[in-house]
């Protein structure tokens, strides 16, 4: 059973860019939750999707879109990139109510 | 907003017993769960306690108290490899969606 997977692993852009990241969620599991993680930081959330909807929303940007497809894997996008969104960034996929499980995320560098 | 309360660092020795506290805000708060991080990696689940009480998984066990709004993990038997950040999260309801919010982490050191 396979767990929760992103992908790229690593991904360097430079300032004005665009960038896409994708997930899958571990087997059984609706609901992908994306994070960003600063160096030192605990990870602080951007959105939620379920059903393919947007569900909730943290306090990032509206640079910061997504996508949930009907097989449930995920793609974050960040449009116009700054060097401030140099981070990792993580996928958390869990079922109702449940806590949830990360993968292995994908750390992005703006230069 | 919501927001939980961690200490920053915790020291100990290898071998020994180290707990680590966490506040958190009652407002739809559903469960607290912990979260093991080394440097340079993911967050990896350790334990979620949805109600009162202690939940145990080997060297690892969580604690809830949901009247004192407080929880805590205990680590035994610390082991080289136990050096690591550690993640409280909450576990909050509203509109009928649920979501994560973290502390800041306690790094935790273990030394020989």
């Known amino acids: 059973d396979a767990g929760v997977t992103q992908s790229p692993t690593h991904l360097i852009k430079t300032r004005g860019q665009q960038v896409t990241l994708r997930c899958s969620p571990k087997?059984?599991?609706?609901?992908v939750s994306w994070y960003q993680q600063a160096l030192g930081q605990g990870p602080q959330f951007i959105f939620q999707?379920?059903?393919?909807?947007?569900?909730q929303r943290g306090n990032f940007p509206d640079r910061f879109s997504g996508h949930q497809f009907p097989n449930y894997s995920s793609e974050l996008n960040v449009n116009a990139l700054l060097l401030g969104d140099s981070a990792l960034y993580l996928c958390a996929s869990s079922g109702v109510g449940e806590t949830q499980y990360f993968g292995p995320g994908t750390r992005l560098l703006v230069l | 907003g919501q927001s939980l309360e961690q200490p920053s660092e915790v020291t100990a020795v290898e071998g020994a017993i180290v707990q680590i506290n966490c506040t958190y805000q009652t407002s739809g708060f559903y469960g607290l769960s912990w979260y093991q991080q080394h440097d340079g990696g993911a967050p990896t689940f350790l334990s979620y306690?949805?109600?009162?009480g202690l939940e145990e998984t080997g060297r690892f066990s969580s604690f809830l108290s949901r009247s004192d709004s407080y929880g805590y993990l205990l680590l035994q038997e610390l082991q080289m490899k136990d050096s690591a950040s550690y993640f409280c999260a909450a576990l909050y309801s509203g509109a009928g969606s649920y979501q994560l919010t973290f502390g800041k982490g306690t790094k935790l050191s273990v030394i020989p």
């Open positions: 087997s059984g599991h609706d609901t």
């Open positions: 306690n949805a109600l009162d």
């Open positions: 999707y379920y059903e393919e909807e947007e569900r």
